[in-house]
């Protein structure tokens, strides 16, 4: 899209230069020329906003909504490929809902029902994730051993507002580390709570590795998780899944300021037709907790 606008631009403006060589002649329209620059003005504006979206490391993309996959939305239609064109960092799933999603320094890994991480192929599809390029805006280490809830309380600390989103890297040694990921499903599908009776967990003693997450306000209910969301993959890149429960022993925490969202919907029946307007409040909970 952005290659057809600058195409289409450098066009317009050609042309243009072209018109003005007959700015003198009484037989050149001066109404098409003023028009003609209307439209090149408006272009670059187009322009310029198109490559200030795709450049600017403040924003979040995401695919779908939590709710949908909450419903059993489980297919989606943007390819990893093009999830990559819009962040470097991230979490989510595969269509079918075949295991967990860890993006990390460009690089994304699919953790699979058996606990193993594998290399995410490009073709690959997701009905659910959130991306962005992650740049550090405050950077902290922690010391001292703490368990899941007292990490999140401390994490809350390092929050300057909670009407905006962050995204959170900790790379830390884990005393013990809890984790699940769920099985491919296939149709018909069931809704996620359903789906979650049967998942897989994982646990790891003394494990170094990288919790990779966001943190969304209330007000995002229903379209993303909110609260702290993590999942989780070992320093060798072998292992993972989503993150039930944990004990830090030491870790290095990176916090990114996210002040904007794009979100891109499915365009598929499965979307189309889901009733969105449920209440899936205390489901969402038991789900991701």
């Not at 450098?10 to 439209?39: A, D």
């Not at 064109?85 to 699919?110: A, C, P, R, S, W």
């Not at 368990?147 to 309380?153: I, R, T």
């Not at 993959?233 to 993972?240: H, Q, S, Y």
Request: with cysteine.
């Amino acid at each position: 899209m952005l290659q057809k606008l600058k195409s289409i631009g450098r066009t317009l403006k050609v042309e243009l230069k072209v018109y003005q060589l007959f700015l003198k002649s009484e037989r050149t329209p001066r109404l098409v020329l003023r028009l003609l620059f209307i439209i090149v003005a408006f272009l670059s504006i187009a322009i310029y906003g198109c490559s200030h979206l795709q450049k600017n490391e403040d924003i979040a993309f995401q695919t779908s909504t939590i709710r949908a996959l909450l419903e059993g939305v489980y297919e989606g239609d943007i390819t990893y490929k093009e999830l990559k064109k819009h962040g470097d960092f991230g979490i989510g799933t595969f269509n079918n809902l075949d295991g967990e999603m860890v993006g990390l320094e460009g690089k994304f890994y699919q953790i699979k029902a058996d606990g193993t991480a594998y290399s995410v192929q490009d073709s690959m599809k997701t009905p659910f994730a959130v991306v962005t390029f992650f740049k550090s805006d405050r950077s902290v280490t922690l010391d001292r051993s703490v368990d899941c809830k007292v990490l999140e309380q401390y994490l809350d600390t390092l929050l300057p507002t909670k009407n905006i989103f962050y995204a959170i890297k900790i790379d830390g040694d884990f005393i013990y580390l809890k984790a699940r990921s769920i099985p491919m499903q296939n149709k018909p599908y069931v809704g996620l709570a359903e789906v979650v009776k049967n998942q897989k967990t994982f646990e790891f003693q003394n494990v170094k590795g990288t919790l990779a997450g966001f943190w969304f306000p209330g007000y995002m209910e229903g379209i993303n998780v909110p609260g702290y969301h993590f999942h989780f993959i070992t320093a060798d890149k072998k292992a993972g899944g989503h993150l039930s429960d944990c004990r830090l022993k030491k870790g290095r925490i990176e916090v990114d300021y996210i002040s904007q969202l794009f979100m891109a919907l499915p365009e598929n029946g499965g979307f189309y037709d889901v009733d969105l307007t449920k209440g899936k409040e205390g489901e969402l909970e038991r789900v991701e907790k």
